[in-house]
C-alpha cells in the first residue's frame, strides 16, 4: 500500500516500502545507502538501489545516475575529536545539470514531501555535480 493522492503542489505519493527501508537503514543499520525514484506510472517514490553496511562511499556516488535525477540517503559514520563514534544521516537531492527539464521539475517539486517522511535525517544537500557532495563536504557538515 502507498500514500497516493498527489498533485502539482504536493508531488508524488511514497511507497510505504521507501519509508520501511528507510527505517532500516536509520535504526538496524541494514544499510549504507538508498537511492530512490519517482516511478511517473505509479506515481510514487520508491527505492532504486540500497547499498550493504561495507560499501563505501565511491560505491554510492558511482551508483547515482549520471544523467537524472535521483533522491538519495547516505548514513556516515565517522570518529569525533573525542575520539568517538558518531553517524549522521545526510538526504541528497540529485539533480545533475545535464538531465531534462521534466526530470528536474517532478523531482523539485515531490522533493519536500518525500523529504517529510523521512524523520530522523540530520543533513540536506541539494547537488547537480558529484563536486557538491563530495566526501569532504559531507565530512564538513557532520562534525
Known amino acids: 500500500m502507498s500514500s497516493r493522492g ?10 510505504e516500502h521507501s519509508k520501511s527501508t528507510y527505517l532500516e537503514l536509520q535504526r538496524k543499520k ?32 558511482e ?25 549522521k544521516i545526510f538526504f541528497i537531492a540529485w539533480s545533475p545539470s545535464v538531465s531534462r527539464i521534466h526530470s528536474k521539475m517532478l ?3 515531490s522533493k519536500d514531501r518525500f523529504r517529510r517522511e523521512l524523520k530522523g535525517i540530520h543533513y540536506e544537500l541539494q547537488a547537480t555535480e558529484l563536486t557538491e557532495m563530495d566526501l569532504e563536504v559531507i565530512r564538513e557538515r557532520a562534525r
Not at 498527489?6 to 511507497?15: D, E, I, L, Y
Not at 544523467?67 to 575529536?81: E, I, L
Request: charged share 25%; hydrophobic share 35%; proline share 3%.
Open 6 to 15: 498527489a498533485n502539482a503542489s504536493s508531488g508524488m505519493g511514497v511507497a
Open 30 to 61: 541494514a544499510f549504507r545507502y538508498l537511492i530512490f525514484k519517482i516511478d511517473e506510472n505509479k506515481r510514487e517514490v520508491v527505492v532504486e538501489k540500497t547499498g550493504a553496511p561495507s560499501e563505501s562511499y565511491d560505491d554510492f556516488t
Open 107 to 109: 523531482y523539485a517539486t
Open 63 to 87: 551508483s547515482l545516475p549520471e544523467a537524472d535525477c535521483r533522491y538519495a540517503v547516505y548514513d556516515f559514520d565517522f570518529m569525533t575529536s573525542e575520539n568517538c563514534q558518531k553517524s
